[in-house]
């Protein structure tokens, strides 16, 4: 059973437009959601999180929204430049449980020139 | 330094091999971990130390043996592995969640394969 869910492995937007990149996920327990960027040969990268008691959480051209009736979560990056190409991963812990955090598939962001 | 290093980058190991990943960071972080990631998947949480005592394991076969010697310091000895047990091996750091901002530092990974 697949806890945090990315749907779409893959991503292709222009540079300058926006990149969205979504999130699900099914345990309501989880109460901190974290999205982390991969480059090729190299460990994830934190980017920004967010906590259950907000629905919103901005950095630079990152912003992250939560719904959580939807327990749905997504990263909005504007604007997009090619450096931004990359795996992004969602994941998602729950603070009784302090350590574990749970990813998602990731989705491939590429952002053409 | 906010830069967590493994040793070595790659591995190649029998399966009647023993052989150990090394993790080091030195930003004070307490609490540290091995994942495994295979190709196109997300990285599988396989242990936890925080504050040099294992907290976590996820039902890890026993050929994986973690070591916490210190607080800077996460190995992984590796022993009769299996081909299916090739993967990257990543280590990560944090402070130890009490609260919200435990965002781990991860570092390059070990890229293990198993003849």
């Known amino acids: 059973d697949q806890q945090v869910k990315q749907n779409s492995p893959s991503l292709s937007v222009q540079e300058g437009r926006i990149s969205i990149l979504n999130c699900d996920y099914t345990?309501?327990?989880?109460?901190?959601f974290l999205w982390y960027k991969k480059y090729p040969a190299e460990g994830p990268t934190f980017l920004i999180s967010?906590?259950?008691?907000?629905d919103k959480n901005e950095d630079g051209r990152f912003t992250v929204f939560l719904n959580k009736s939807a327990k749905h979560l997504s990263l909005h990056i504007v604007p997009s430049q090619p450096g931004d190409s990359a795996v992004y991963f969602c994941?998602?812990?729950?603070?009784?449980?302090?350590?574990?955090?749970?990813f998602g598939d990731g989705t491939t962001l590429t952002v053409k020139p | 330094d906010t830069e967590v290093t493994q040793t070595p980058k790659h591995l190649v190991m029998g399966m009647t091999n023993k052989k150990s990943l090394k993790c080091e960071q030195h930003?004070?972080?307490?609490?540290m971990y091995w994942y495994k990631q295979k190709a196109k998947k997300p990285p599988e949480l396989m242990f936890v130390?925080?504050?040099?005592?294992?907290?976590i394991n996820e039902s890890v076969p026993s050929r994986f043996s973690p070591e916490c010697p210190n607080s800077s310091l996460l190995n992984l000895h590796l022993h009769a592995l299996q081909p299916e047990d090739s993967a990257l091996y990543l280590c990560?750091?944090?402070?130890?969640?009490?609260?919200?901002?435990?965002?781990?530092?991860f570092g390059p990974g070990t890229r293990l394969t198993v003849t």
């Open positions: 990560a750091s944090s402070q130890p969640s009490q609260g919200m901002d435990d965002e781990q530092y």
């Open positions: 345990n309501s327990m989880f109460d901190y």
């Open positions: 967010i906590s259950s008691i907000k």
């Open positions: 994941a998602a812990r729950y603070n009784t449980n302090a350590g574990k955090s749970t």
């Open positions: 930003m004070g972080h307490r609490a």
């Open positions: 130390y925080s504050y040099e005592k294992l907290s």
